[in-house]
């Protein structure tokens, strides 16, 4: 999802645009976060960000560190294993305050997981986890909303309409967009920077869908 080849060919699977809010080079090297709706969102918001010269660090499953040879790919590239639901974690987080001191942008996903819905309708970001206002107040780094609309015309829903959709898409070309909200800075207190990290994502996401021309289900997940 996140290799050069695959970022270069995503164009190919739906006609993609981008707008953006940010006005001014980055100061120093930002956390992006994305709202996350289908497996083929990374490669969309990674073409993104691509065209502005962005290559960011990416948190990631530590499943897909178990697929032989991508796994040596996405470390030689930098990118970091998430193991949700373990002891190992908080490494994540480790790894990704060190991108950062090192020069390195970072990509993550603040809901920490794909939502278990079927359909093809975009819904607004579920609750996001805690991990994102941890680092930002660990590294001081700003914050970029990111939403995005169109992916899960792509890829969602089975394992088998997944990878229909995969296969059918460079014919359908469905419209993508991804929008880039302005950077900032979270406020200090970790419940409340996670609450205002989710709310800029879902104005970003709020964009996005308005650029593709669907009809968002507005009902927040609670």
Known sequence: MFSRTVIALTPFFGR????SEIRMRLPAPSIFVANHDSVADPAVVMAALRRFDLQPVVLATAGLWRIPGLGRALTRDGHIPVHRGTAHAALALDA??????????????GEGGLPRRRDAAPTP?????????????RSGALVVPVGHAGARRIASGSATKQLAGTLTAPVRRPRCHVHLGAPMRLPAETDHGTTAARLAVTAAWRTAVRAVGERPLEQLAK
Do not use: K, N, S, W
């Open 125 to 137: 970001p579920e609750p996001f986890r805690t991990g994102l206002a941890r680092l930002a107040q």
């Open 16 to 19: 993609l645009t981008v707008t």
């Open 96 to 109: 990704a305050a060190e991108a950062l001191a090192g020069g390195r942008h970072v990509l993550l996903y």
